[in-house]
Structure formats: C-alpha cells, structure tokens
C-alpha cells in the first residue's frame, strides 16, 4: 500500500513564505467538509519556518526549517484524542473537523506544536497535506507546486521503500526519540542540528595586514586531531557538523608566516574572527580561549 | 460604376440598420449578461446619416432592441456619418480601429445627447460582440479557472459560486511552447515550466476579501462641501457613509468650482509609483486620460528607482532613456558561461525579486551555485540573498560603500589589476581619476587602510577582494535587478556609489566575456521582437508626452489623444512643503536627454493657480515618502479645501479624506497584461522572467459591496462633466483588453476566443542564433551598437550614428564632461566622484551622540509596497514581516546583539525608534544578520496609526518614513535619501501600559 511522505531538503528553504501562504489561500473561507473547517483569516499558521542564524559578522550562516504536522504513523495526538483523529490508509492523519469540535485540549497533546487552535471554529487544525487536493488528482501539495527552490517533494512509496530511501538518502525525521514515526523526512538536517567553527586568518605582510591564502588549520579536542582545512582568499576556513555539546575545541594554524592557536567552548556555531598569525618567538603568539 | 457601388453601399448600410436589432436581440439570447445589460436603460438613438437621407430609430425598450422609421429629432440619442463611407467603416465587422478613431476626431460622426445614456448605449452596443465570449475554463472540481497578472507573477485564480477558491501561480502545459535552454560549462540549464511567483502574489485573495475594504462612498462627518470644511480635523474626524451619487456630485461639484474659482492647477492627482497589475486600470493609463480632461498640477516624480543612476552614473555612460541604467542584454547565458564570481552590491533579488519577476531568477542563481561560481555579498544586512547563496559577507556600514569602492579601485591602480587597453582605447578622464584615488590631487591616498574608518570593512579584506576580482571574470550585481534600481542608491552618497559602480566595470572592460553587470536576474533569451505593450507604454491615456505612447502603443491601438493644459508641476518629495509653504523648487526626470536635469522648475507657474484640492490615488505615502510626518500637516493645511481619496483598503492616507470612493481589485474587473512589462523607461523589461506571459486578467468576480472599478468611477465623475463618451470612447474595460490584444502581436498567434478561454498566451523563445547579443559587447569589441534598443537618439551619438556612448565623447568617461559642463561649481556632484561623506551619517557629530545608530529601511520582502501589508492580509501574519504582540502586529526592527545588549533588549522586545523627527514602535528581531551600528527595516508599512500612551504620542503602524529626512541627497536634485537617517532606539518604555490597555479593550 503505498502512502504519501514529504521529504524537505534543508538549506534550499530561504524562508520566502510561499508555503505558508498557499497554506491559507487553501483553507481561509473555504470549507473542505470530513478534511478540515475553513481556517481562520487571522490565526496562527499550521507551516512553520524556524529560524537558526549561526555565527556572527562575517561569517554568518542562516538555515530555515519549515515544520507542520508529521503525520505520525504513531501519533500521540491520535492516542490522546480518540476518534476525533483519524489516520487514512494513505498515511494522512485527518482531525475531523466535526469530532474536534471544542477540543482544546488537543492542541497539547502535539510534542511538535504542530496543530493551532480556530478560536472562529472552535477546533484543532493542522496542516493536511492537502488531502483534499490529492484525493482530487493532485500530485503533489500546494507548498511544493508554490515553492521556488524545490524545498519539498512528496513522495507516495509503500513503508518499506521509504525505509529503504531513507537509510540510502539519510534522511532524518524530527525527535525520533519520541518515536512517533513521522512522515515528513529531512534530508540535510545534519546543517539545522550541528555547529561550526570558522575563522579568517590573517599575517603581517611586508608592512600590510593581508588574509591568508592557502594555510592550514587543524581542529583537534583532548589533543586529536579531528579534521583539517585550508584557508581560501579571504583567509576564511570552517569545521562543520560539530556537536555543539559544550566540549572544548583547538584550532590551530601554522605557516610560513607564523603561527597561532584557540580554544572555544562549542555551544552554539563559533565564528573566531582574525586570527593574526604571530611569527615564531613573538611575545604575544597569540592563544588562549575564545572570548 | 460609382454611382452603382454608391447606390450599393447605401442598400447596405440600410440594411444594417435594419438587421441590428435582429443581430442584438439574436445575441442576448445567447448571452445571460448581455440580455441583462439590456434591461438597465431605455434608450431611444437614431443612427444615421448627417444629410438624414438614411437614418433609422433604433431602440432597446424593455430589454429588447427594436428599430423603426424616424427622423434624427426623435432620438435621445443621435449617431450621425458625414457620408456612407464612414458609415460603413464604424459598422460592418472587423472594423478598423484607427478608422473610427479617424472618423470621431474630425468630427466624421458626431454622437450627440446625455453623456451617461451615450456612453451606457455605446458600451451597449459594443459589448454585443464581447457578451458570447466563453471567459476561462469550467474544472473538474465545479470551479471555473480564471486567470489574472499580479506584480508578483501571474495566476490562475478558481472561483466556485461567486467566491474565489484559490490562486495557484501558473504551470504551463504542453500546448505552451518549449522552453529555452542554455548549455554553460559542458552543462544544460532551462528553468521550470511554471511561474516562480512572489509571496504577494499569493495573498491575493485574502486582499479581495479583507475586512478593511472599503464597501461604500463615505463622507467626513465634519465636512460640508456648502459649509463647515474644517480641514484641520484631517486625519481625526471619523465618517459616514454615502451614496455615490451624492458622493459623485460633490466630486464634480468640486472640480467644477475649483476650475472657477481658483483656476487650472488648483487640482492635482498624487499617485504612488505602482499599481495592481494591468494595462488598461494602470495610473499611467486611466488615470491619466481622467486626469488630462479635468487638467491638474502634475506630481513630478523624483526617480525613486533610479536614485543614483540618473543624478550622477548616467553622466559617465549614457542610457538616458533608461533612467541610467545599464540594459542587461544577454546576461544570463554570459555570466553562465564565463563568470568566475558574482559581486552582489546592494543587492538581494531574493527580497527585491527584479521588482516584479518573483523568483524566476533565484533558480537561475543556483544553477551558477551549482557551477561553482563563487559569491560575495556587500550589504549591512546579511541578507535573504545571501543567506541562500553563501558566499563571503561584507558588512559594509551605510552609504560609505563608494570609499569601498574608491578602495578596491586603488589596489586595482597600484597593483595594476585593471584592463589597461580597455581603459586606453574606450574610456577618457583616467589619469585624472587615478591621480585622485592615489592623493595626489588631495593628499589622501584611497587605500584599504583609509577606508577602513569609513566602512568598517577590514583593509585586508578589501584587498583579498580587489585582488580576486581585478582582471578577472566578474558580474557586478548592484540594485535591484543586478542593474541598478534602489539600495545604496536611495541616501546621501547614492550617486556617488553609482558612479563608483560604473567606473569599476570601466576599469574591468566592460562588455568583454564574463565583464558586465546583473546577477542572473536579467537578460533572459526571450523575443523581444513579439510586441506587447508595457504598463508604461501609455495604454488608454491618449498622452504623448507623460507616458511611451508615442514609440508604439498610439499607433498601434489608435485612440482619442489626451492633453493636460496645465503646465505647473510639483516636485513628489517636496509636495507637502509646497501646500504648507506656497512654493517649491525642483528638477525633472526626464529620460530625454542627460541635459534634461539641470534646470530647475518652480512650484507655483506664473499663470496658474496653486493647489486646492487634492484627489489622491492610494494612499501610500505616509510610509513611502521621505519624512512623511510632512503630509499629516499638509492635509490639514488651510489652502487645501478639499481632499477626496480612491483607495480599495480603508489605510494609510485615506483616514485624511474628505470623501473616500471605494475601488476595486484588479480580480474584480477586466484588464490585460503581461507578466514584468513595464515598457516605457524600463525597455525589454520582460528580460527578468523566464518565460514571457501574457494573461487576460479575467474580471473573476463582481466588485465587492458598492466598489467599482478605478475606470468605471473615472466614467461616473467625467459624465456629470459631460466627458463621460471621450474618456471611453464608447468602450468598457473588455473593450479596451481587446483593443490592446488587437494592437499587440497576439492575433497572429492566438485567436480572441481562445486567449478568453485559456487566459494567457506563452511567447516561444528565441531561436538560439537570434539571442540578443550581450550588452556593451558591441562597445567592448568597438564595434556599431547592435542591441535591440531605441536609444540613445540619433543627435545624441558623438559622431556616427550607431558608434559609441550616449557621452561628448562617445567613450565611457572616468570625469564626466556633462558633468564639467554643468556642475563644477556645485560641491556636492563635483566631476570628479570625490568621496563625500553621508550628510546624515557616522561623521555627522552634531547628531551622533543622540542618534548613534542607522536605519536602513529597504524594500518590503513580503508585501508589494504597502499593497499586501496591513488589511489582515495573509501577509500580514507573516513572522519575519510583522510580530504579534498584544493583539497588535508590530513593524519589525532587525537589531544586533550586541546594540540590543547595551540597551536591554531583548528578541521581540517593543522598541520605540526615534530622532528629531518623530518615533515609531517596533517589534525586535535580535540577530547577526545585521552588522553593529545598523538596524534594517522595512519601508512601506500600509498602516499609519498615531497613538497616544501616557502621553507619549507613537506611531504603531510602522511607518518608518516618518524618520527619514527628506533632504534632496545633493543640490540641485529632486532625489530622495531615505537610507541616511541616524536614530537611537529603547526598549519602549509604555510597553506594559500599552499591552494592559490591549488587554482592557480585548475584555470589553
């Protein structure tokens, strides 16, 4: 039996809004009878983009992530609400917009926050992957057909075939501790969930400040060396999927033209700023912890 | 023979009039809508001809057409042809448009009788032939699919029982034609076959449908056209609703008595600079043809987009007809091809969307991602484009990026990084320029280290960019579509910066393979060869001289020409100083020549009247002018006795009305267009989409409560002046949308019926051997001009037609002779492009302690301009647009940590922003997208809401503008600098006072 699945490529979302938009030009002032009560014009959104901004001035990296409904194979909202919430044999978990009439108390029962309260309807309402629309011949949901950067790409595969292309793409899939089983996949969510640390690098030149081109950093924690990394012209190097487990880490940078070293605590992406190599035997070889 | 045709074509055009009621009545049985029109009048015509020897009375009586034998006396109204001839070319089908223009301007047929009943009969009569029409498509789902053109991109809008479904942007099918592809670096590349519509867009049916519609005409309580006006209640005073006839009346009344008693020039139409999609609704066509017949002072507009460009790069390089501009020809499949990076200067195409493309040119930014062109970003803001791209970020603080500039070009002297046989060859003015950048002519050499203290920007940085891009392969993205418009452009130092752009690409070789400005946003493989007019193209204006009409559109579609005879203008920005002052002086835009700049002309004209009455279109300027707090004054200004407003939403100016006459949506009327044409001053604009469309924007519903069209209003005040049959020409709207579809290219192609059914008509592209030649190739390889663009003018060459720049000398010029000729004694455009710090920025000392920080409020990323912000549209509702704090959506600040840190701030904190010239509060949005020192806003915010908490007056809208100065960025320009604005911000003290009193009001 083949379901539906979303697959969301992270780091292709620039945070346009279309999805959110197409959203509610579906549902406000429109009824879709057993699928969802007309959403309100005023409300909160059932798509979400979060927002994470790494780093600081100048190297920032901005990454966004649209989240709504997963349409949980084991879904603690349909365990909490009964038969006010059902999951249709495609995959698709439906709030029955009759059933859920005044229950509030729904919205809880969501470790994702994904369901928003219709305070005009009096009911629960999340993202419903345009069910409406794919039972009329839709092939794919309005977020995806309004997207720019191909963010999203629902695929109908039986389970074991998303099992398979999951494990292939590593794709990931939101608090999989919780066991929910959702539907809706991330691909890349490595760059959502670790860190990095970056630097410029930088040498007195013959009397000028200059970045430095083509020098080599290594990271290393407890003293081993974990990765390796040269500098491109304007001197920027980056270590990427950390864990931002507030270890310590030492990056280290020697040349020709000198040396120089730092340690940071890694809770959130590092950006170092200029490290100014000193040469060999300066007074003020310059190391110590990240401000 | 002559008398047997004569006698010939007289049986034929009798019978014609006696078969037309037979024709007509035929169709209404046909056509529900046109059986229904029949039943709105009475009417009595006689057509005939002037000599009465032929003539009939025909009549629609009881919704019925009826014709019998009558002489002219009898008809209410009278058609009357000088002979059988032109009888005959006004009446048999397939008429010839430019004929029956012909024929009514010299009086060949005279239409005589009540205007309303002329124009209700002739609209009649010509929608017979439109009434049949099958418009759209029936769905299998029971909606009916429409289509329309926003400035987001075009739709298909489904409506179900009166009530639109849904909009969905555009997917082509395999009817459309093939798309184009191009092969870069062993690669293949076509975009999608579908329209990459902008987020606005999108919101278009919660706009139709917003609850702050205006439904009925409204009155001011406290003003009486006969007595009490009380115009200093502006703005304050609340209103009741109206008849339209009652407030047409006033309306006519009014124009009527300012005419009298003041004179021409007393009236004036202020209008924003864009417009709901469509040729025929748009300001630069109906409008304008209202406009003309009434007369008015017309509302010089400073050149908003091409700030910058037009005051100052135009003059080393030419493209007057562009505003000052470079073109972008053939950028795509050059900078695919051969670029190494891509500098993006004050430009983020991923919020500015090329203004009206949406993001078709986003996946063409990702497949040079994929190519592995490298990217740098210079913006105080790390911005959307950025955010997408990666690529390194410069930081570079407000208007100091011409020093950057200066900086880059001095590593490029000393280091020789430039192309020194381009420089040789096609320019002039270098050593004076170099002497400069190396101080020999002021002691300060312009190197990395100088400016440093300007920009903030690390010397060392400077020079690892001057050094990856001298002499080698690179795009210059600057502005809004990679070719100038907005950004840096739009504060004190903006032609300064424009210049530096221009003289940069000078150095580099301009032209040459992988040399030129965009950023994949423009110079798509279109045919531009397929005519179709552009918004700006004069559509049914009738004016020759105010819009593009007279290059195409007048002869194309024949109309009535439309003149004003007031000569008087007043220059946009300082509009409200000339109503509270009495004068004003200012300098044109005009793309005629570079000369066209230099003289200054004076509000008030001798001869003419100064304003009295204002009849504002929109109402946008409380957030889109430059210190905008000027404007509540200037409606509330004694001189000013009357104040009417045509608006869709109950927003921004219209609560300063005296009478509010409710529009509709362009989805609520018929109208025709094609995606991105703006024609006139922005020639192939079309390049910025990747595939040309054209819609019939279907009229999809009827106006919501008492709205009406801007048109059909238009036509309601014009009757009670008995102009109501030369504005229409006997035309509606549909009307009009065929005309246009008559006059373009798409007849040869598609039929009527079939671009009514489908709604939009795909242009193949062009064959890969015909592609436009990449722009200034021709110039680079010294060679005559082969680009498909009318400009400059044949007197404008240095001396052959076709060879060289639109300058004296027919060269890229590094110290412009026009500039030598006219501005030498004015230390603000010096010829050579000197770096003068901002007039309002990180020098200026004597405001820096107060206002330490400085505001760059930018174009909207979400909204059009103030079209889909505020009304509760969906928009509106967006996080990164606007925040929801205490039942109220706040304007959002971006702020850095750090700056938010000294001052207690935290993230969605309400913040009050300020400086002498007012306060607005604002929703925090902490973050290191934005460098310490700055904070980056929006302009545009829909809403103006002054507000008074424990005494403190605010405003909560967002206005922005209130805070910008409205100082000219150097004398002798009518340019504005919105982006040289110092401020200071605080958390806002009467936060809690204002959330409790939100909270009160929510229980009540």
Known sequence: ?291 | MVAIRSRVNRQVLRTILFALPKVLNHTASRAPAFAERLKQHDVTAWIGLQDGSIGRIVEIRGGKFRSRPGTAAEGEVVMSFKDVATALKLLLPNRDQGEIIHAAKNFKVVTTGPDELIVWFTQTLNMSETAGVAMGMPMPDGSHRFTTCTNGGPLFVYVKDGRILRVTPIEFDDTDPATWVIEARGRKFSPPRRALVAPHALTMKSLVYSDKRILYPMKRVDFDPNGERNPQNRGKSGYVRISWDEALDIVATEINRQKRVHGPGSITFPMSSHHQWGNVGYYLSSLMRFANLIGFTRVAANPDSWEGWYWGAMHHFGNSMRVGVPAGYGGVEDCLKEAEMIVFWSCDPESTNGAYAGFEGTTRRLWAKELGIEFVHIDPHCNPTAQLLGGRWFPVRPQTDAALAQAIMYVWVTERLYDEEYVATRTTGFDEWKAYLLGETDGVPKTPEWQEAETGIPARDVRALARKWGGRKVYLAVGMTGTGFGGAGRGATGAQWARCMIMMMAMQGWGKPGVNFGGLQIGVPHDLHFYFPGYADGGISGDLAWTGNAVNNYQRMPHILTMNPVKQMVPRQQLPDAIITGHATGYLWDGMAQEAQFAPFSYPMPGYSPIHMIYRYGGSSLSTVTRSGRWVDAYRHESIEFVVNQSIWMEGEAQFADVILPACTSLERWDIGEWANSGGYAHHGVNVVNHRVITLQHKCIEPLGESKSDYDIFTAILTRLGLGAVFTEGCSELDWAKRVFDSSDLPGEISWKKFCRKGYYVVPPEKPELRQPVDMRWFAEGRRKDLPEPLPMPSQYAEEFGMGLQTPSGKLEFVPEILKRNTADNPDRPPINHYIPSWEGRRTTELTERYPLQMIATHSRYSFHTSMDGKNSAVNQVEDHRALVAGHRFWLLRINPADAATRGIGHRDLVKIFNDRGAVICAADISALVTPGVVKSYEASAEFQLIEVEGETAEVGGCLNILTPDRSQTRGTSSMAPNSCLVQIEKWQNADAFKMAARRRRKS
């Not at chain 1, 069910?131 to 191909?150: E, F, I, K, N, Y």
């Not at chain 1, 040498?203 to 083509?214: K, N, R, Y």
């Not at chain 1, 040396?259 to 300066?282: I, M, T």
Request: with cysteine.
């Open chain 1, 1 to 291: 039996m083949s379901k539906w699945n979303l697959i969301i490529n992270v780091g292709r979302c620039e945070n346009c809004h279309n999805c959110v938009i197409a959203d509610r030009d579906e549902h406000v002032g429109n009824d879709f009878p057993g699928y969802a009560a007309p959403a309100a014009a005023v409300g909160e959104s059932p798509i979400r983009i979060l927002r994470r901004v790494q780093g600081s001035a100048p190297m920032v990296e901005t990454t966004y992530l649209p989240v709504m409904c997963n349409h949980c194979d084991d879904a603690p909202c349909m365990r909490y609400a009964g038969d006010a919430i059902r999951k249709r044999d495609d995959g698709i978990v439906i709030i029955d917009p009759e059933k859920a009439k005044g229950r509030k108390d729904i919205l809880g029962s969501c470790p994702y926050r994904a369901i928003v309260w219709n305070e005009e309807q009096q009911v629960p309402q999340t993202w419903i992957f345009d069910a409406h629309l794919l039972d009329q011949g839709w092939q794919r949901p309005r977020c995806q057909q309004s997207c720019p950067t191909d963010v999203f790409e629902a695929v109908k595969l039986d389970d074991a075939a998303m099992e398979l292309k999951a494990a292939t793409e590593g794709l990931k899939v939101q608090k999989p501790e919780l066991g929910t089983k959702p539907r809706i996949w991330y691909r890349g969510l490595e760059r959502w969930e670790t860190c990095f640390i970056g630097g410029s690098v930088s040498a007195d030149i013959a009397g000028a400040v200059e970045c430095l081109e083509g020098a080599e950093v290594t990271l290393s924690q407890a003293g081993k060396r974990l990765a390796r990394a040269t500098t491109n012209s304007f001197g920027d190097f980056g270590f990427d999927g950390l864990r931002g487990d507030g270890s310590t880490y030492r990056v280290e940078v020697s040349h020709a033209h000198g040396s120089v070293w730092r340690d940071c605590v890694l809770s959130e992406s590092v950006y170092l700023g200029e490290l100014r190599l000193a040469r060999p035997g300066a007074a003020d070889s310059r190391g110590g912890a990240d401000a």
